[in-house]
């Protein structure tokens, strides 16, 4: 008889996985990059998921009591090499390639919102952004307060900045320019989208892509693709660590 | 338009008819072959991508955010997968076959408006209604039923309608929605009114849904357990939970690959540039609800973004075909149908949501 297809080796095997994927839930809770991967309301789901796996893990423990038990219960799906292998993928990727929230690189394929782009959407969310005093908004609530305008680049020309971001490259900027930005993500990364400032900076050429940093400066008038639109003249640049959560929540 | 087709007999007379092993096999080996053209594919394609952009740090970067945007999807849609495997379980065990039987109508029209509106009683998303839909068809639902709650189910309940409210307000998307999804859903699940179960299930599935639908030698496979204990009835459910996770995780997690790889090679520009035209941006935004497989307690938040720059049509055609269709689900969907059920399941809605978001664009003005 194949070892596979022992009913207690099975059981052992599915408890072990499920208890794997469990761990590996749990560790990406503690050491903190959850964040990473999706957005802070859900960590909640992810503690259900740890809990609802070492239950569902725990039913397979071998029974001892009575020989009735093991005659009830009974499981039809048998799981293989291949499943398994698939199964332990997101774990094995997880450990291999060490945690990044996304970067300059997811930069290229996706929709970057230069502030400034109208949206008729958020009514909410432009209203607290537009009570914000100018110092305390964060790329985002800049994006909001943007949308409400119908000439920004005029009406906030002279506002003070301070955000965080990370640094882009992108190839329609002029020499002493660079995109400061961070990821917008509504429920997990793969719906991330970008909110991106224009910063200008002498030594905006010498900051690698995905370095993140503190900007200080004040707004003007500007342009980017033909469209006018307000851009940072930085007075400070100061490099900063990974903030605990890379994204913003809308 | 769901013909039963008789299985290809053998030319020797009074041969059995085709083995379920054979079946069964032949479609893994199906599956695999499928899986492995597409991951060769993926692996051209960032080569080749890489060999343009600049070398190894680029091709690493690329692997970093593929494998950041795999684990943001698997992890955000573990959770619901467990929640949708544990009350599959508990069904097993504590729904009687006979009440399924006596209460839940069995005319094709009846029973697909039934199973539109049965996800306010079972609020699952899309990746959770899964199994439950294959759990419920062993205890002997009637297909129309299932069909509709498969695909309505992820919008047409209580969760789905407060985050879709929360995002877009009472008005022309919160209403569309609704309303298209249990209609569509309906519809499909109309259609199949007429279908034969073992021209619609995966053979494992039929086996234990024709035994449910006739009673006589049902006691052997049923997991129903009426009298043993209550602990011992709860292991058996998170038992056959935990089989339910492993089966519909594989096809899950080969989801969550493929709609990383995507969205890595594929620029979403392509797809937004095309936001105005009354047809072009239905089909673009059906494209992108695909490719994405976000979940559908969410996705509202998500079509937010592009209410502004969209078509309503396109818009809601996203809220609508999203939830019932895209790459993880349909992946899914070979847990339980046969493969060219599932090639219905994905086109029918399609088509479907595709006309009603044309259909809105050329005529609604809310």
């Not at chain 1, 100018?134 to 409400?148: G, K, Q, V």
């Not at chain 2, 008005?171 to 199949?192: D, E, H, N, Q, W």
Request: glycine residues 8%; positive net charge; charged residues 15%.
């Amino acid at each position: 008889m194949n070892m596979l297809s022992r009913p207690r080796f099975q059981n052992a095997l599915k408890a072990l996985a499920l208890l794997a994927l469990a761990v590996f839930l749990y560790t990406r809770l503690a050491g903190g990059v959850l964040f990473f991967y999706i957005n802070q309301r859900f960590v909640a789901y992810t503690i259900f998921a740890i809990v609802g796996l070492v239950m569902v893990a725990l039913s397979y423990r071998p029974t001892s009591r009575q020989d009735k038990a093991d005659d009830a219960l009974h499981s039809h799906y048998r799981l293989g090499w291949a499943g398994l292998a698939i199964v332990m993928a997101p774990i094995a990727l997880g450990l291999l390639v060490p945690p990044q929230p996304l970067g300059a690189a997811a930069m290229q394929n996706r929709e970057i919102n230069v502030a400034s782009q109208t949206r008729s959407a958020l009514p909410a969310a432009v209203r607290a952004a537009a009570q914000k005093g100018a110092a305390e908004r964060n790329l985002l609530d800049w994006l909001h307060a943007f949308s409400t305008s119908p000439n920004p680049a005029q009406e906030f020309a002279g506002q003070p900045v301070d955000v965080i971001g990370f640094v882009y490259h992108d190839e329609r900027l002029g020499e002493n320019e660079m995109l400061v930005n961070r990821f917008v993500v509504s429920c997990c990364v793969a719906d991330a989208s970008a909110v991106s400032m224009i910063v200008r900076w002498p030594d905006a050429a010498s900051l690698p892509n995905d370095a993140w940093v503190q900007v200080k400066g004040v707004l003007q008038p500007g342009e980017f693709n033909g469209r006018a639109l307000p851009i940072v003249v930085a007075q400070e640049v100061i490099p900063t660590a990974l903030p605990n959560q890379p994204y913003l929540y809308p | 338009m769901i013909v039963e087709r008789p299985k290809a007999s053998s030319p020797i007379e009074g041969s059995p008819p085709l083995p379920v092993d054979a079946s069964d096999r032949r479609m893994r080996l199906m599956r695999w072959g499928l899986t492995l053209l597409v991951a060769v594919g993926a692996v051209v394609a960032i080569f080749s991508d890489a060999l343009r952009g600049g070398g190894a740090p680029y091709l690493y970067q690329r692997i970093q955010t593929f494998v950041t945007i795999f684990l943001g999807i698997f992890i955000e849609a573990v959770p619901f997968l467990i929640a949708g495997s544990i009350v599959s379980g508990l069904i097993a065990v504590f729904v009687d076959q006979a009440a399924i039987d006596r209460y839940l109508p069995k005319a094709a029209l009846p029973a697909a408006l039934v199973g539109g509106g049965m996800g306010m009683v079972f609020p699952v998303c899309e990746c959770g209604v899964v199994p439950v839909v294959r759990r419920l068809y062993e205890k002997g639902l009637p297909l129309s039923i299932g069909v509709a709650f498969l695909l309505a189910a992820p919008v047409v309940n209580p969760i789905v309608i407060l985050s879709t409210y929360s995002a877009f307000g009472w008005g022309p998307v919160f209403v569309g929605r609704i309303v298209f999804s249990f209609l569509i859903a309906a519809v499909v699940g109309f259609l199949f009114g007429r279908a034969r179960p073992e021209a619609v299930l995966r053979p494992a599935v039929c086996q234990l849904h024709h035994d449910a639908s006739h009673p006589v030698h049902s006691h052997d496979h049923s997991h129903h357990l009426p009298n043993a204990p209550v602990g011992l009835r709860l292991r058996q459910a998170f038992n056959l939970a935990g089989d339910d996770f492993f089966d519909m995780a594989r096809y899950l997690i080969l989801g969550s690959m493929l709609a990383a790889g995507m969205q890595t090679l594929v620029p979403q520009s392509t797809l937004l540039a095309i936001g105005q035209g009354s047809v072009i941006s239905v089909l673009a935004m059906q494209a992108l609800a695909f490719v994405l497989s976000v979940c559908s307690t969410v996705d509202a938040f998500l079509a937010l973004a592009f209410a502004g720059t969209f078509t309503t049509g396109s818009v809601l055609a996203f809220l609508v075909f999203g939830p019932m269709v895209d790459i993880k689900s349909s992946l899914m969907f070979l847990g339980v149908f046969q493969r060219r059920i599932v090639v219905y399941l994905i086109t029918l809605p399609m088509l479907l949501s595709l006309l009603m978001g044309v259909w809105w664009n050329l005529n609604v003005r809310w």
